[in-house]
């Protein structure tokens, strides 16, 4: 009996080392990936955040005959507001967006590419593909389609805990 409480006890530490053993490596992946990003070349002056907003800016102006909403593109991007003005801030800079006040709704801005937004849009997503098709041929397909899946469940697991944790300090 003394032995199989041991044994016990023992698997449970080793059990815990392990847990602790696969947050750790969770955590440095977690860590390098957000580091490991497509890098984009120095003559295309966009972050990964900026090209997706350009996207989805051009996106809706090709589906909708109404100006998309910086409330929208929050929650399609999954960012802040904060994010989303800076983010406007860089592109309006570097001549890619306009922003306007909404003449039939004075409180509402109106964000449009710009013909050099869209020519940048362009090189960017041709970039971006070619990278894309590498990555893929490396990696191989089915192995892609499982990170893609993974990927997906992992981000709807953070997402539920995210506003779990919302929730209960709200």
Excluded: C, W
Excluded at 23 to 52: C, N, Y
Excluded at 64 to 77: N, V
Excluded at 103 to 125: C, F, I, N, P, Y
């Amino acid at each position: 009996m003394v032995d199989d409480e041991r044994t016990a006890r023992s698997k449970q530490r080793m059990g815990s080392h392990a847990d602790h053993q696969l947050k750790e490596q969770l955590a440095r992946s977690l860590f390098r990936f957000r580091k490991v990003t497509i890098q984009f070349p120095p003559e295309l002056d966009l972050h990964m955040g900026e090209v997706f907003l350009m996207k989805r800016i051009a996106r809706h102006a090709a589906d909708s005959d109404r100006p998309i909403l910086t409330k929208e593109l929050q929650k399609k991007l999954h960012v802040t507001k904060p994010a989303i003005s800076q983010m406007y801030r860089s592109l309006e800079k570097k001549g890619y967006i306009v922003r306007e006040t909404d003449k039939a709704d004075r409180r509402k801005v109106v964000v449009t590419l710009t013909s050099a937004g869209v020519e940048m849009l362009a090189q960017m997503e041709r970039y971006f593909n070619q990278r894309l098709e590498e990555i893929i041929t490396l990696f191989g397909e089915d192995d892609t389609r499982q990170l893609v899946d993974l990927f997906q469940r992992f981000a709807d697991i953070s997402e539920q805990l995210n506003e779990k944790g919302e929730e209960d300090r709200g």
